[in-house]
């Protein structure tokens, strides 16, 4: 039997395929008054490609591929297409000037498949934010305080260029960096933008944009941590990835909407800072010991409260890493997970697909873990689980929303946890905060005010009577910030360490949870523990100046509590 070779059939089958479709698009044009246009007879710019992002192009038909100042040459497939305005809107929002064109699909997957070989710095990789290790070098050279990255944007952004906007992220993020910024703050007010770091918990101001440079910026930071550009009245999360020296930094995005525009917050995961050791917290000796001990135990839930940044993730981690061997099986359920450690199974809680803390915890248990963390107790079944696991031969760790470690024992009680199951599965609560540290380099030192003399007074007979063995300064002189030097950033601050209290759960403590549950008896039960509260724990800190009054009282109530004694 004869065969019969199919290519030229085919090939001419593709032909008439492409020809109908240009005959269509060529009519479209006439209908709608569009310029036709075959994209295979054109060049395809890509700085205008790159305008308009590669999901939002395919979603709204459309690509753009000549670009002439701000005039920017944009082929559609179909006027109607409601994700078509929302593309063009934001392109006149941003300063540009569409000019349409009609072309047929084909043309447009042309333009598409050239999206891979934009290769600008921050979108070689999706999600990636590749900073040069000369770049990085080059900002650490020459910042030596904020005003110094301030300095450095300004070169850019002079005569308001809008050139360079990928650089000037770079130098944000850069210098976020190399000040040790844990927060980048970008927030539209009706005359300009606010730029502002993180430094050690606290906000301080960098630079201010114009609008104009503005809109460009978002528009870049939108594009990396994969977030609609069309999107511009409803919040938004993403993330992305900073390539830096020896290290991958993880930075989640947020964006709000807001009455000059969209506020964007990225915060930057470092896993540096997680990388802390539990004796380089800042723990008191005693209480450290405390610590070792209770996680060494085969089972048991261990607590940790406090506001949100207390540090409490960073204390459980530290946790985590002591306990970490070869011989351990650990399960975490966070949201999310923002940093990853080595030889523990990290799992992400997703409400959307209905993965929550319940529902991990459960799953968790069915893994036969012997370490369970789980990120946050927020609901009666879940604090029941954990409790039930704890006295099931597991070792939990979590956190809880209180203010102080007494508070968490009655936080469990309100989620519906019997009392008397608490008393036996619940073995440490720990409350926390976190304070400035003084500059070594520029603190002074001062006579305390009267108020403050007294205070310090009755706080330091306290720690006395719980602690004979510590040596308590006399309070006659304490630190306060000075004006700021090269070493601090020019803020008088350097670095943050913990202020700390804990309850273990002994047969004194269990008495009290087992009638009248409330907090101040639970305190006071707890006295004979020899464990410093926050405050007094504060103060002793302040005595030995590693920080001020002003910043401990930012934190931890020292007047008020007096009322307890």
């Not at 944009?74 to 064109?101: C, H, W």
């Not at 070869?326 to 990290?346: A, F, N, R």
């Not at 704890?390 to 019997?418: C, E, K, Q, Y």
Request: net charge negative; with cysteine.
């Amino acid at each position: 039997m004869p065969t019969f070779d199919d290519t030229q059939s085919l090939k001419k089958l593709e032909e008439t395929k492409i020809r109908e479709a240009e005959d269509l698009a060529q009519i479209l044009s006439g209908k709608y008054g569009i310029p036709y246009l075959d994209l295979s007879t054109v060049s395809i710019n890509t700085d205008a490609l790159r305008l308009i992002e590669e999901s939002v192009a395919k979603e709204a038909k459309i690509a753009g591929f000549q670009m002439t100042g701000k005039k920017v040459s944009i082929l559609v497939f179909s006027p109607n297409n409601p994700a078509l305005d929302e593309a063009l809107n934001d392109l006149k929002e941003r300063g540009y000037s569409p000019v349409l064109y009609m072309g047929s699909e084909r043309s447009l997957e042309r333009a598409w498949g050239r999206y891979k070989e934009i290769s600008q710095a921050v979108e070689t990789k999706a999600g990636l934010v590749d900073i040069s290790p000369e770049l990085l070098a080059e900002v650490l050279a020459k910042t030596k305080a904020v005003a110094d990255v301030k300095n450095q944007i300004k070169e850019l952004t002079a005569g308001n260029k809008s050139q360079g906007v990928s650089r000037i992220l770079e130098i944000v993020i850069a210098g976020a960096l190399a000040t040790k910024a844990s927060d980048i703050h970008l927030e539209p007010q009706e005359e300009f933008v606010r730029l502002r770091y993180r430094l050690d918990g606290m906000l301080h101001d960098v630079d201010f944009f114009d609008h104009n440079v503005y809109k460009l910026i978002v528009s870049r930071i939108k594009l990396i941590s994969a977030l609609k550009l069309n999107v511009k009245k409803s919040s938004q999360d993403g993330r992305f990835t900073i390539v830096a020296e020896d290290r991958d930094i993880e930075v989640r995005t947020s964006v709000l909407p807001g009455v000059y525009g969209e506020t964007i917050v990225m915060r930057l995961l470092d896993p540096n800072s997680i990388s802390v050791n539990l004796e380089d917290m800042g723990i008191e000796e005693k209480l450290l010991k405390v610590f070792l001990d209770e996680i060494k135990k085969p089972n048991g839930l261990i607590l940790t409260t406090g506001p949100t940044g207390s540090g409490k993730t960073t204390t459980l981690y530290a946790f985590l890493r002591k306990v970490n061997d070869s011989e351990t099986k650990i399960i975490t359920i966070e949201d999310p997970v923002e940093y990853h450690m080595k030889g523990l199974s990290q799992t992400q809680v997703s409400e959307d697909s209905g993965y929550t803390f319940l529902e991990g915890l459960r799953s968790a248990l069915r893994q036969d873990p012997d370490i369970i963390m789980v990120g946050e107790i927020r609901d009666p079944e879940t604090a029941k689980i954990a409790i039930n696991s704890a006295l099931t031969g597991h070792l939990v760790f979590s956190t809880l929303h209180t203010n102080d470690a007494a508070g968490a024992i009655p936080r469990l009680v309100d989620l519906g946890v019997n009392p008397k199951i608490i008393s036996s599965a619940l073995t440490l609560t720990i409350a926390q905060r976190l304070v400035r540290k003084l500059c070594p380099e520029c603190k002074k030192a001062t006579t305390p005010k009267e108020e403050d003399a007294k205070m310090i007074e009755n706080v330091s007979k306290l720690i006395k009577e719980k602690r004979p063995d510590i040596a308590v300064p006399d309070g006659k002189q304490v630190w306060v910030a000075g004006e700021g030097c090269e070493f601090c950033n020019g803020v008088g601050y350097k670095g943050r360490t913990g202020v700390f209290e804990a309850i273990i759960v002994d047969a004194d403590v269990s008495r009290v949870i087992t009638g009248e549950v409330n907090a101040r008896d639970i305190k006071i039960a707890s006295h004979k523990q020899g464990i410093l509260d926050m405050r007094e724990h504060g103060i002793l800190k302040v005595l030995q100046g590693m920080t001020s009054i002003e910043e401990l009282e930012r934190v931890v109530e020292l007047r008020l509590a007096e009322e307890l004694y």
